[in-house]
């Protein structure tokens, strides 16, 4: 059983930066693709950002160019630096690990606890 803890979240004024970090348990950590999701109030749970077990990413369009994922398999982590937050990033995040099925990116394990960003003047 995989076991994700997300942290890093907080409170942060409009522009400014976080960066969360995930830490995943077990042993096969390298080969799995891995991706941060946000979840709004009210609002369908969505993939932001992955990073596939070769280093490709991709980052839904409201996130593109503002947030950066990464990760080390050495540490069983992967991160996501988030710069020029808005209002509109404030959420809960979670890290989980994805696999393609039927065309739609789908979680792989069951969720952690995420870790709230808030994004407020």
Known sequence: QVQLVESGGGLVRPGGSLRL???ASGSIFRIY???WYRQAPGK???LVASITNGGTTDYADSVK???TISRD???NTVSLQM???NPEDTAVYYCNAVQKTGGI???RFNWGQGTQVTVSS
């Open 105 to 107: 990116w789908r979680p």
């Open 65 to 67: 160019g503002r947030f």
């Open 21 to 23: 970090s995930c830490a």
């Open 33 to 35: 693709d891995m991706g």
């Open 73 to 75: 398999n050495a540490k």
């Open 83 to 85: 710069n020029s937050l």
């Open 44 to 46: 369908q749970r969505e």
